[in-house]
């Protein structure tokens, strides 16, 4: 494993949710605070935007193009081409203070799961949402802050979420026919000082790749919770991760430059970019998300 290198400057508040598309060679991922969802063409360097009227914490592709998306203020269907979004499900009250955050598919692409963060991060009242192919979503966990590190095992029989402010990751067991969870569990804890577990990926062993936020590294755990080994950042904030490449061995880092100073920006130029790393250990390919066809026939609005 070398080091690691900066794919494109960039000044993101917050850059999140990282997702490749193998069958264009893109990276894709948003810019939180700015509105705005990217693709970078990994050939050519060319990046496309496209501006969006609501924050976008996280999404995935879908069967038939566009995106499943979690918007701060519930989900939605994303039609990049066409410009224009299909609301769905909205699984939560607007006063208590919550919006959508960390997203991503289920292995089989069934159901996309993504949770809630409560903004002013001091209750815990954030909780776990399982979208379906209908556009129902089903609340499926709580008791959270800031809900983060969702990601799935590589035989998808288990589901990890994190409380970033916890600071914890949990794992459940997980039932891929039914989308139903059991068995709660800690897989890791945080140590004071050590950074705040953010977005995460599994790799093709089974190990637990976490961003740590105000925490220069990232950590990779072992399918036991152990600690296998830590990278560190140029950078204080890694926001989450994601395999791609032709050979599923890059490791792309979305970055941030909230709560960074105008000496600290000088110091981590990088900051609010995206990086990447070769890995030893492959990733493996991000499922699709299945949206039923009449989901496609809802009324859309445009996306700015």
């Known amino acids: 494993m070398s080091g690691i290198d900066l794919v494109l400057a960039g000044t993101a ?10 069958a264009e060679q893109a990276l894709y991922w948003t810019e939180i605070h ?14 496309r935007t496209w501006p969006v009227k609501e924050k976008v914490a996280s999404f995935a592709l879908c069967d038939g193009g566009g995106l499943v998306a979690a918007l701060h203020s519930g989900f939605a269907l994303i ?12 699984p939560f009250q607007a006063n208590l203070d919550v919006h959508l955050n960390d997203g991503r598919c289920d292995r089989s692409g069934r159901f996309f799961w993504a949770a809630t963060l409560h903004e002013p991060r001091t209750r815990q009242n954030a909780e776990l949402f399982r979208l379906s192919g209908d556009g129902s979503a089903t609340r499926m966990a709580g008791g959270v802050i800031a809900s983060n590190g969702i990601a799935f095992s590589p035989d998808n029989r288990v589901l990890y979420y994190a409380d970033s402010r916890g600071p914890v990751v949990w794992a459940f067991d997980y039932e891929p026919a039914t989308g139903s969870i059991a068995n709660r569990r800690i897989f890791a804890t945080v140590a004071r000082g050590e950074g705040l577990p953010d ?3 599994v790799d093709a062993e ?7 936020f105000m925490g220069r590294r990232i950590v990779r755990y072992c399918p036991d919770g152990t600690i296998d080994r830590e990278i ?3 950078v204080d904030n890694a926001t989450m991760v994601a395999f791609g490449g032709p050979d599923y061995r890059t490791l792309y880092i979305t970055t941030g430059r909230a709560n960074l100073g105008p000496d600290e920006l000088a110091l981590q130029p990088w900051a609010g970019g995206i990086l990447a790393m070769p890995v030893d250990v492959p990733g493996l390919p991000e499922p699709t998300f299945k949206p039923d066809p009449a989901l496609r026939r809802l009324p859309t609005e445009r996306l700015v």
């Open 13 to 22: 508040r917050i850059a999140e949710s990282p997702v490749w598309c193998e």
């Open 34 to 47: 700015g509105f705005k969802l990217h693709r970078l063409d990994t050939q050519s360097g060319e990046v």
């Open 79 to 90: 039609d990049l081409q066409a410009g224009t979004l299909t609301r769905l499900a909205r």
């Open 199 to 201: 977005g995460a990926a």
């Open 206 to 212: 089974g190990c637990y790749w976490s961003a740590r």
């Open 232 to 234: 560190p950042m140029p």
